[in-house]
């Protein structure tokens, strides 16, 4: 059974951190492009990053360059995503999608992604 599994979302206050994780199951981690994406209430499923399968290419889109940062274990079947230096803009459901390519690129819609995982909640207000 294809599963992702994200975790790691809660209430935080502007400025601060969160670490997300996307726990990956039931498929060979290692032939997916892993992206993350974010939907705040009344909006659309926008991407925010991607990793390639190997971890070795990180792509962002413009308005969190230098704020998120993902990562993955491999070894682990996990993918992160480091949120810094949080904004009440950043609220919204965090979801990681799979994509069974080498390559990716964080302004790929959602149809470039075969499946997901059940979303975790950012909230971001004081």
């Known amino acids: 059974q294809l599963q992702l599994v994200e975790s790691g979302g809660g209430l935080v206050q502007p400025g601060g951190s969160l670490r997300l994780s996307c726990a990956a199951s039931?498929?060979?981690?290692?032939?997916?492009?892993i992206g993350w994406f974010r939907q705040a209430p009344g909006k659309e499923r926008d991407g925010v990053s991607c990793?390639?399968?190997?971890?070795?290419?990180?792509n962002y889109v413009d308005s969190v360059k230098g704020r998120f940062t993902t990562s993955r274990d491999n070894a682990k079947n996990t993918v992160f995503l480091q949120i810094n230096s949080l904004k009440p803009e950043d609220t919204a459901v965090y979801y990681c999608g799979a994509t069974r390519t080498y390559y990716c690129s964080a302004y790929a819609g959602v149809s470039a992604y075969d499946f997901w995982g059940q979303g975790t909640q950012v909230t971001v207000s004081s």
């Open positions: 990793i390639n399968s190997s971890g070795g290419s990180t």
């Open positions: 039931g498929f060979t981690f290692t032939d997916y492009a």
